[in-house]
């Protein structure tokens, strides 16, 4: 059975630093790429970040590019989220996210929510 | 970037009609166009990847269709445990995008 438990939210002042976790399960990690999609408080979905399997090749929204940094271990079976420079619109429910082959996402964590505030 | 734009941004439906759900994006994607269910306070399912490719556990009664620009989400005979916000999502390029959600509520 596949799992995502992400971990590491919380409250984040405006410009500072928080770090999620994504521990993975279930499947053969380092062969699929993993996202984070967040999702802000009665809003729709947003996707934030994707990296490959193998971790050489990274993408990012551009509302977070040069803020956040996404790497993974594949030793560990964890995605992580380095934010950094937080901005209130950076509060959200984050999502960790298998990507299936075809660019979709398969199987969804719970999520860990991020409130920026002062 | 594209942009995906889903109608209607809401539909009350009774029991047993059949809704129809459009996503149109702002260039062509080919059938790199994904379709998820979002129940409250749940984490979001996929139910058709590649424009119209059913999964397996997800109910027959989902259906999608499309290719290019233009794409539809159909749920045929609506039951009470369809009620929830559905989202198109395309993975043709980078950033890679969300429709802004179509919440069905049933009457």
């Known amino acids: 059975e596949v799992q995502l438990l992400e971990s590491g939210g919380g409250l984040g002042q405006p410009g500072g630093s928080l770090r999620l976790s994504c521990a993975a399960s279930g499947f053969s990690f380092s062969s699929y790429a993993m996202s984070w999609v967040r999702q802000a408080p009665g809003k729709g979905l947003e996707w934030v970040s994707g990296i490959s399997g193998s971790g050489g090749s990274t993408d990012y929204a551009d509302n977070v590019r040069g803020r956040f940094t996404i790497s993974r271990d594949n030793l560990n079976n964890t995605v992580y989220l380095q934010m950094s420079s937080l901005r209130a619109e950076d509060t959200a429910l984050y999502y960790c996210v298998k990507d299936s082959f075809s660019g979709s996402g398969d199987y969804w964590g719970q999520g860990t929510l991020v409130i920026v505030s002062s | 970037e594209i942009v995906l734009t889903q109608s209607p941004d809401f539909q009350s439906v009774t029991p047993k009609e059949k809704v129809t759900i459009t996503c149109r994006a702002s260039?062509?994607?080919?059938?790199?166009l994904h379709w998820y269910q979002q129940k409250p306070h749940q984490s979001p399912k996929l139910l058709i990847k590649?424009?119209?490719q059913s999964l397996s556990g997800v109910s027959s009664r989902f259906s999608g269709s499309g290719s290019g620009t233009d794409f539809t989400l159909t749920i045929n005979s609506l039951e009470a445990e369809d009620a929830a916000t559905y989202y198109c999502?395309?993975?043709?390029?980078?950033?890679?995008?969300f429709g802004q959600g179509t919440k069905v509520e049933i009457k």
């Open positions: 260039q062509s994607i080919g059938s790199s």
């Open positions: 590649y424009a119209s």
């Open positions: 999502h395309q993975s043709s390029s980078i950033p890679r995008t």
